[in-house]
């Protein structure tokens, strides 16, 4: 590895490092959030309230028009160009866009509520005000993350951490606790704060770019590059855009449908989508450090790109996959072989979806596996071709899902979801490695292999000496024994001699202690 390589595997190990931490406070809040939901609400209005609040995050994805990662690529290549003069007005051009088009449908969708509450659920008098809520959070959450896509092409990744992974959700708990003290605990008013969560999410959005972008000189300078400008911009959002929407249906399709078919002659209840929904929030915790690795690795791709630096863009490539599934592992091991102890913290009730649970992360871990596939598409410019993967999952999502729910329940919801996310893993892979040529792939993937046998070995060893009736502590007790034995094992096995130089040295610089010694 050459000196400048190092240096990106150091701030990208670096941005990721701080970053989960900020995902960690992230998901631990929302977290504590889904669990004093549904102990206060219970599981058929905390049903409504996911399907409220997932309804407005999925419509302010699709609405932003794709501007939030038009602006990581395109602030990303103009700044390795040396351009930075002409970022402030790429930057107002797209937030221009998604808000015209998030107000619209945000308006749109506000009117419509009654008619989703009847369409998705079987408690329209409770679902239409948490559609309304939701409603008017849409052009809230599109622009938040459209201020965050700026300053993620500057690759400074702690204002996503501020605003998205610590002020929404720890926001959300502090106001829905006030509403349901001043106003009452219902599905509506915890809609609310989440919407005005989303709020203080754009303001500290909008105050990272600012600040970081004020030195910038305001006077376009050189060529630039055809895609900054507002056509271009259209035109990728044409395609970005039902991409973003697909992007977050193919993650709750399956739950609309159980939504929809609840009620009927079928095998669904509502208390069954709140347990489903719980299981799938569980299972989407093997994304927390995909996530992170895909917004800290995002401009880095469509910078070396744009350079041609194709043996660089390939040798990170494979290092962040291998980061990302040591990271997942430890999460894989509890939801596998601790689910209900997991469901069990939402309720006595929802230890119903054990079996569902682990049919998801099986699905779950394969997009882990070949790491940030889609962003790379998207940051190398085949965003038509992730639309197509898009198309082709939700056709696979809801097929399923009408096909097996009727007679499986919610396990026919869980195999619909993990077929999908399995099926678009695998096509991405492909994808990647014809338009791209890089391959996540390499020998060093083994070494991952004897610490997670040796942390699933010791966890289930610790699990059967435990009372199935102790819950928590089989949870805590076996669930951090294989952890730490994991984490232990990999550091002394798992890791090659470079990286564990540089996992210290980047420990080393959050900690404060200074850099580690040069090798």
């Not at 894989?332 to 009730?349: N, Q, T």
Request: glycine fraction near 12%; charged fraction near 15%; include cysteine.
């Amino acid at each position: 590895m050459g000196g400048d390589e190092h240096a990106d595997h150091r701030n990208i190990l670096g941005n990721t490092g701080q970053n989960v931490l900020g995902l960690g406070i992230g998901a631990a809040a929302t977290f504590v959030a889904q669990v004093l939901m549904t102990r206060t609400l219970g599981d058929a209005r905390y049903g409504v309230v996911t399907l409220a609040t997932q309804f407005a995050f999925i419509a302010a994805a699709a609405t932003r028009f794709g501007m939030d990662v038009a602006d990581v690529r395109l602030v990303a290549i103009l700044i390795g160009r040396g351009e930075a003069g002409r970022v402030r007005g790429l930057v107002r051009r797209s937030v221009a866009i998604a808000g015209a088009v998030s107000v619209t449908f945000g308006i749109a969708s506000f009117f419509a509520s009654p008619w989703m509450a009847r369409t998705f659920s079987e408690l329209p008098a409770i679902a239409t005000p948490a559609f309304q809520a939701a409603a008017i959070g849409i052009p809230l959450g599109a622009l938040a993350f459209t201020y965050m896509g700026a300053t993620r092409g500057l690759k400074i990744m702690r204002y996503t951490l501020y605003a998205q992974w610590t002020a929404q959700p720890i926001g959300w708990i502090v106001l829905s606790l006030a509403g349901w003290a001043v106003v009452a605990d219902s599905a509506g008013v915890t809609t609310m704060a989440f919407t005005l969560s989303w709020g203080l999410a754009l303001v500290i959005a909008w105050w990272g770019w600012q600040k970081q972008s004020r030195g910038f000189v305001q006077v376009p300078t050189g060529k630039g590059i055809p895609e900054e400008e507002t056509r271009s911009l259209l035109r990728f959002g044409a395609l970005r855009a039902p991409a973003t929407l697909f992007s977050q249906l193919i993650f709750w399709t399956d739950f609309f449908v159980l939504s929809a078919l609840s009620g009927g002659q079928g095998a669904v209840s509502a208390a069954q989508v709140g347990i489903y929904g719980a299981a799938l929030r569980a299972a989407q915790s093997l994304f927390l450090f995909l996530t992170s690795v895909s917004l800290t690795f995002s401009p880095f791709v469509a910078d070396l790109h744009h350079r041609g630096e194709h043996d660089k863009l390939d040798g990170l490539y494979k290092s962040v996959t291998r980061w990302t599934l040591a990271a997942t592992i430890p999460v894989l091991l509890v939801l596998a072989i601790l689910p209900g102890p997991v469901l069990h913290i939402f309720g006595a009730d929802f230890t119903q979806g054990e079996d569902a649970l682990r049919i998801l992360i099986i699905g779950m871990i394969a997009p882990v596996l070949v790491g940030t596939v889609g962003f790379i598409l998207i940051m190398v410019g085949r965003t038509g071709w992730d639309l197509c993967v898009y198309l082709g999952g939700f056709a696979i999502d809801i097929g399923l899902a009408y096909a097996l729910i009727p007679s499986l329940g919610i396990k026919g919801a869980a195999i619909a979801q993990a077929a999908t996310l399995t099926a678009s893993a695998g096509a991405r892979l492909l994808l990647v490695r014809r338009f791209v040529h890089i391959w996540p792939f390499d020998r060093h993937f083994l070494r991952l292999l004897t610490p997670a046998a040796m942390g699933a070995a010791v966890m289930v060893g610790a699990s059967l000496v435990i009372p199935d009736a102790r819950w928590f502590a089989d949870l805590v007790i076996a669930g951090g024994l294989g952890v730490v034995v994991y984490v232990v094992t990999l550091l002394l096995f798992g890791l090659a001699p470079a990286e564990r130089r540089m996992v210290v040295t980047v420990m080393r610089k959050i900690t404060g202690r200074g850099a580690a010694p040069a090798a």
